[in-house]
């Protein structure tokens, strides 16, 4: 990300954090366990999230709603947005490069939105299901019931299946989740930790003693050569 974008987002935080509706809730940690993929070990959390105050915006959707009006007026153009995906499982089967490149606008905008390394969100969703139409599509799921491109839990992440199938809804959840983390723990390596091996066991071990397939996830989505470098 170049410097006048980090200067953006880091101008864009200190407004946020200034405004007195913005105020800090309490943080409940989810206990260890797998909590987005297939790639998750140990027993499975309790499924709680952090919460914000009922009706307001935390600090994640001020913040964004901030830098992606920044972006918009600076690049001319709406940097949330984009056109529907087709709803995978009501389409003929497409190839993994068709997929990805029908998904890939929108991953490039949510990237923007939440000041993501380019291609960052691409190459989770790239792990978790290969944009293979059986997966993509919720035909083929993964252990425990995950579904959809990026391979949401049934258990803590959206109502059904069908909106973890939806890429229109599945992506930007998932962005806004892995930008959670990115906020909570301090650097996206943590943050694909927590999507992957869940932020309880990050919170209790450190990204350091993870698994050794939680470490090989995080090498493999540095390792893709669309994304841009991050620590």
Same mark, same amino acid.
């Given at each position: 990300?170049?410097?006048?974008?980090?200067?953006?987002?880091?101008?864009?935080?200190?407004?946020?954090?200034?405004?007195?509706?913005?105020?800090?809730?309490?943080?409940? #940690?989810?206990?260890?366990?797998?909590? +987005? !993929?297939? @790639?998750?070990?140990?027993? *499975?959390?309790?499924?709680?999230? /952090?919460? %914000?105050?009922?009706?307001?915006?935390?600090?994640?959707?001020?913040?964004?709603?901030? #830098?992606?009006?920044?972006?918009?007026? +600076? !690049?001319? @153009?709406?940097?949330?947005? *984009?056109?529907?995906?087709?709803? /995978?499982? %009501?389409?003929?089967?497409?190839?993994?490069?068709?997929?990805?490149?029908?998904?890939?606008?929108?991953?490039?905008?949510?990237?923007?939105?939440?000041?993501?390394?380019?291609?960052?969100?691409?190459?989770?969703?790239?792990? %978790?299901?290969?944009?293979?139409?059986?997966?993509?599509?919720?035909?083929?799921?993964?252990?425990?019931?995950?579904?959809?491109?990026?391979?949401?839990?049934?258990?803590?992440?959206?109502?059904?299946?069908?909106?973890?199938?939806?890429?229109?809804?599945?992506?930007?959840?998932?962005?806004?989740?892995?930008?959670?983390?990115?906020?909570?723990?301090?650097?996206?390596?943590?943050?694909?930790?927590?999507?992957?091996?869940?932020?309880?066991?990050?919170?209790?071990?450190?990204?350091?003693?993870?698994?050794?397939?939680?470490?090989?996830?995080?090498?493999?989505?540095?390792?893709?050569?669309?994304?841009?470098?991050?620590?």
């Amino acid at each position: 990300m170049s410097l006048a974008a980090l200067a953006v987002v880091g101008v864009a935080a200190v407004i946020v954090l200034m405004r007195p509706e913005t105020r800090r809730t309490g943080d409940s #940690v989810a206990p260890g366990g797998p909590i +987005l !993929g297939t @790639g998750g070990t140990g027993p *499975a959390p309790t499924p709680t999230e /952090p919460t %914000e105050a009922p009706g307001e915006p935390g600090i994640i959707e001020q913040l964004t709603s901030t #830098v992606s009006e920044w972006f918009a007026a +600076l !690049g001319g @153009g709406d940097v949330t947005g *984009a056109g529907p995906i087709p709803y /995978p499982s %009501e389409t003929p089967e497409r190839s993994p490069t068709e997929w990805r490149s029908l998904m890939r606008p929108l991953f490039r905008r949510q990237e923007k939105a939440y000041a993501m390394p380019t291609g960052f969100l691409e190459a989770i969703a790239d792990r %978790e299901s290969r944009f293979r139409h059986d997966i993509v599509s919720g035909q083929l799921k993964g252990g425990v019931g995950e579904a959809g491109v990026m391979q949401l839990h049934p258990a803590y992440h959206l109502s059904s299946d069908r909106e973890r199938i939806d890429p229109n809804i599945s992506i930007p959840y998932a962005a806004k989740y892995l930008a959670k983390n990115y906020v909570r723990f301090g650097t996206w390596e943590e943050a694909i930790a927590a999507y992957n091996w869940g932020p309880g066991n990050v919170e209790r071990a450190g990204v350091e003693n993870a698994p050794a397939a939680v470490k090989e996830y995080i090498a493999w989505v540095k390792g893709r050569h669309y994304v841009e470098p991050f620590v």
